[in-house]
């Protein structure tokens, strides 16, 4: 061929290492308009191939990742979105392009909420907060999102990049935890008997109305006491006893003497038995008490 000659190709350097470089040649001819020879230039464009497969690497990241990933322009009009958004929305990539993220607001926000948004996004600043949304078929989705302004070489913000995961079912998980504590508190707490929860260090997490009746504690809040503090006269063979329940053992006693700090002496029938955290190891005990005084000073 007589035309310009351009060729991108692999190179060892003379230290072994490898390159790219770039080649354009071209061609001199005689009269007869015959090739005599070639004139040509080479350059080194190790760094730019290398710039390319850092993008195309990120590109196809971006491209697969779980999260969500939406870029807008300053005007924040919709100029890339990853398949992620189609999954979470329901808006394929042509629906959404040009249009403003705002097809997904759901209402559950006001406009302080967007003002706020908009006025750290504007100010430069990262944005980090969560959603509730709205999908394409009309369900409502909650995210977490990240979002950043993008700024060019002159310091303008020229697009932002919104990063965001469906955090939905973790709501609800979160939802149903505290809920299921809710119940538990309120069973415990109206349990017609003695109960205590407490964790590895005695401190109290739950207690039922009937322990603070019958340990004569009044009203005072005990969550997050000891119930060494709470009970200082406790005798060293019940704390034994303590050790070895948060070491696994159940016990039980049916009829045991405590007596009191101001002299008085209870009876106590009582079991204490370990309760096990998610990943089956020991999180506390639960001790259950029924006083006995009268039956027992009926009985003498």
């Known amino acids: 061929t007589k035309s310009i000659f351009e060729l991108e190709h692999r190179v060892v350097r003379v230290d072994g290492t490898l390159g790219w470089t770039f080649s ?22 190790s760094e ?11 590109a196809t990241a971006i491209e697969q990742a779980a999260e969500t990933v ?6 924040a009009l919709i100029q890339y979105v990853n398949p992620a958004f189609t999954r979470t929305t329901g808006y394929t990539r042509a629906e959404a392009l040009g249009l403003n993220p705002r097809i997904l ?8 909420f967007y003002r706020d948004m908009w006025a750290a996004l504007n ?14 078929d009309g369900t409502l ?20 990049i919104a ?3 469906d955090i939905t079912e973790r709501k609800k998980s979160e939802t149903a935890l505290r809920e299921s504590e809710r119940m538990l508190s309120f069973f415990v707490q109206h349990a017609p008997a003695a109960i205590a929860m407490v964790d590895r260090d005695m401190r109290y997490l739950v207690v039922s109305q009937r322990w603070m009746t019958d340990y004569r504690l009044g009203d005072r809040n005990i969550l997050g006491l000891s ?30 003497p405590f007596t009191r700090g101001n002299g008085s002496l209870d009876w106590l029938r009582w079991e204490i038995r370990p309760w096990r955290k998610l990943d089956n190891s020991v999180g506390g005990i639960i001790m259950f008490s029924e006083l006995i005084t009268e039956r027992k000073q009926a009985v003498e």
């Open 163 to 165: 990063i965001k995961s």
């Open 48 to 58: 730019r191939k290398r710039a390319e497969a850092e993008n195309v690497l990120l």
């Open 105 to 112: 607001k759901s209402g559950r926000h006001d406009g302080e």
């Open 227 to 256: 119930h060494y503090e709470v009970f200082p006269e406790i005798p060293e063979r019940w704390k034994e006893i303590h050790r070895r329940c948060l070491a696994g053992a159940v016990e039980s006693c049916e009829e045991d």
């Open 141 to 160: 989705y909650t995210e977490e999102a990240t979002i950043a302004p993008v700024r060019d070489a002159q310091g303008d913000i020229t697009n932002y």
């Open 123 to 136: 100010a430069g600043k990262l944005w980090f907060g969560e959603f509730t949304n709205r999908r394409c």
């Open 70 to 75: 939406v870029i807008t322009d300053r005007d």
């Open 24 to 45: 354009r040649a071209v061609p001199l001819l005689d009269a007869n308009g015959e090739i005599v020879e070639w004139f040509g230039a080479a350059s080194d464009i």
